[in-house]
């Protein structure tokens, strides 16, 4: 036998040598990343490159600074469970609240509506005339200001953010537009009042392509997801909001979702709430994030809506709301523990700040007008209310620009706006408790399922031989 040959036997032999431990070890860790890939957002070679440096300590699976803003998960949580949540969801019962005006019914600008919704639970029951407050009824005010006010500036940079809103707010409601949102949420007839408490969001049957092409245009042509490296926030925000959004909608249909339609049983799908949320902590992460920006604009709007006329005819509901309001303005634990929920005046500092915040815009603009598109009238219905009220946030937080000739800044909204910017954050209010709430026990009945599974003949016998294919 020759020297080549002899060492090509050594070679071997030694290789022979390493295989059976290093196949174990890969079995071992593949094992365990079956059982626990979901556990954490932390990768399993690689460290959280997002994680905050100065995390709390605390027993929740989130911990430390929410990404980009200026509170921590558990400041937000107790926040949420012991005020904020019991706050809003007082508010939104209220007559003022609870009466959303929407154009139910309008063509879609980007493709031929398919209407693909199987459940009744799908439509939506409009208020008789009789019904929602008197005041309502009445026409917008035109608050008397010129007419260069209520156009938008995007044409004029800015080279930074203004946090503060003049403390003479409230001038009445106004028909005016938001540079954020798409022109068909003015006052006219063909629009109509609906009760929200009537028409909970919850599961309609709305699935299949025409449900999926709504949130792929969203993604694919309007919100992109950001590049692992990017760095700049401007380029980030819109689709954690977008992401944050989709996922309390996904948390709030997993919630109350249709169980047994044969005997009409409704109750929580946790497997739908694990699969579309839990499982994907950069989702949970998003939602938290969407909360506090808009948590944010409600109080940069504090002068304004504890000015506004929550005028409904009706005395002692309207003197409860203005009472609600205040309290979740000057709540002293909200002052103390998360003072400025998220700090807008960071953002557009740069040379093309002004040209990204009008690219922005736009692509927020057609999101919102792709809820035209959206076939099921409740999911329109709500997919309406929310975008309005995240257009509503983005233009407390960033184009509160509508200029007089001192160059003071205004703001003014529509009533329909503050209405849909605080059933928002109600909404965000409810996925971040269900989260708080269910998410730990969900996660770890899920992930032992997933355990017990991954532990059968057949999945132990496909991880062996994806251990070998590496030699």
């Known amino acids: 036998m020759g020297k080549g040959a002899i060492k090509e036997e050594e070679s071997e032999r030694k290789r022979q040598k390493w295989r059976w431990p290093l196949a ?4 071992v860790l593949l094992a365990v990343a079956v059982s626990s890939r979901t556990a954490s957002n932390v990768g399993f070679f690689f460290t959280d490159r997002n994680s905050c440096s100065c995390s709390l300590q605390g027993s929740g699976k989130y911990k430390g600074m929410v990404e980009d803003c200026c509170c921590d998960y558990e400041t937000v949580d107790n926040l949420n469970s012991e005020v904020l949540n019991p706050l809003l969801q007082d508010l939104v019962t209220t007559p003022f609240f609870r009466y959303f005006k929407v154009k139910l019914w309008c063509d879609c600008p980007f493709w031929p509506d398919d209407g693909m ?3 009744r639970d799908c439509s939506v029951c409009e208020c008789p005339e009789n019904e929602f407050p008197e005041p309502f009824k009445r026409p917008y005010n035109i608050a008397g200001l010129p007419s260069d006010n209520l156009i938008c500036q995007e044409g004029k940079p800015q080279a930074a953010v203004d946090r503060t ?3 003479i707010a409230f001038r009445g409601w106004v028909e005016t537009n938001n540079p954020w949102t798409h022109e068909d949420d003015t006052d006219n007839g063909e629009m109509t009042y609906v009760n929200l408490q009537l028409n909970p969001e919850r599961y309609t049957g709305y699935t299949g392509p025409s449900a999926r092409r709504i949130w792929d245009s969203i993604y694919s042509e309007n919100c992109p997801k950001y590049s692992s490296g990017e760095t700049c926030p401007e380029k980030k925000v819109l689709y954690k909001l977008i992401s944050g959004l989709h996922s309390s909608i996904s948390m709030h249909i997993a919630g109350d979702y249709l169980l047994d339609e044969s005997r009409n049983q409704w109750g929580q799908n946790i497997e739908l709430m694990y699969d579309r949320i839990l499982r994907h902590p950069d989702r949970v992460r998003n939602m938290y994030f969407t909360y506090l920006f808009v948590l ?3 109080t940069k709007a504090t002068a304004y809506l504890e000015q506004a006329e929550y005028d409904t005819g009706n005395h002692a509901e309207d003197l409860k709301t203005q009472s609600l309001i205040k309290q979740l303005l000057y709540s002293p634990k909200l002052q103390t523990a998360c003072p400025v929920p998220f700090d807008e005046a960071k953002l557009w500092q740069g040379q ?7 690219q922005i815009q736009k692509q927020f603009r057609n999101i919102s007008a792709l809820m035209d598109c959206v ?6 219905l709500w997919g309406k209310l929310q975008v309005q009220g995240l257009g509503t946030a983005l233009k407390i937080l960033f184009s509160v620009g509508n200029q007089d000739k001192e160059g003071d800044q205004t703001l003014q909204l529509q009533r329909n706006e503050v209405i849909a910017l605080v059933n928002l954050l109600n909404r965000l ?3 971040v408790k269900m989260v708080h709430d269910m998410g730990p026990d969900v996660e770890r009945l899920m992930e032992d399922q997933i355990a017990k599974t991954s532990a059968k003949p057949g999945r132990l016998r496909r991880v062996l031989d994806l251990a070998f294919s590496f030699w």
């Open 429 to 431: 209010s409810e996925s």
């Open 165 to 167: 809103i003049d403390n």
């Open 24 to 27: 174990a070890l890969v079995v």
């Open 117 to 119: 919704c199987r459940l």
């Open 296 to 298: 944010r604009a409600v």
């Open 352 to 358: 093309g700040g002004p040209e990204l915040k009008q």
């Open 375 to 380: 076939g099921c009238e409740k999911c329109r």
